[in-house]
């Protein structure tokens, strides 16, 4: 029995086809809404702004424990002593970071040789001059990085998350 429904797409007409959609695809990109130009920006997250230090409070290469955005988050703080891509402060070298592990939540821990955050679970490793990416280890997203501005007095706020943090399903407070 043959089927009458079926359309006989040459290679011209298929390779039409997928340029046009690749077009389509490219100047969806490229007309996309203000302030969603690239995927990082899509994936921030805004919670409320929360003073977690001060610039004072800080050493270089030390880690200061905070919890953003609410207790049952913990994290870190760090004057890291050399300039970084989304550090903030005077020196532009300070980040903070979720310290649960994306894999499976164990607590990470600061090795300040090489300024990673280390899981003692599976041995994950996260990059803090890098915006927390994964360098090694079975963790399958980067660490969650807090975003951060200081204010003329050199206190550090938090306002926002660029991941998921760990156990949870979404990145919405609850009241």
């Not at 807090?146 to 990145?171: C, H, M, P, W």
């Amino acid at each position: 029995m043959k089927c009458n429904k079926l359309v006989d797409v040459g290679r011209r007409q298929f390779l039409r086809g997928g340029a046009i959609s690749a077009v389509g695809a490219a100047a969806a990109a490229t007309f996309a809404a203000p302030g969603q130009a690239n995927a990082q920006a899509l994936a921030r997250v805004e919670y409320p702004a929360n003073r977690l230090a001060n610039v004072a409070d800080l050493k270089p290469n030390e880690p200061l424990d905070i919890a953003y955005p609410d207790a049952d988050s913990p994290g870190v703080l760090i004057k890291l002593g050399t300039p970084v891509p989304g550090g903030v402060g005077p020196d532009g070298d300070i980040v903070a970071y979720s310290v649960l592990c994306p894999h499976k939540g164990w607590t990470l821990s600061y090795n300040a040789g090489d300024k990673t955050l280390n899981c003692p679970g599976h041995f994950s490793r996260f990059d803090c001059e890098a915006g927390g990416q994964q360098t090694w280890g079975h963790a399958t997203q980067n660490l969650p990085q807090f975003k951060l501005q200081v204010t003329d007095a050199g206190d550090i706020i938090a306002d926002g998350v660029d991941e998921l943090i760990y156990g949870r399903l979404s990145n919405v407070l609850t009241a």
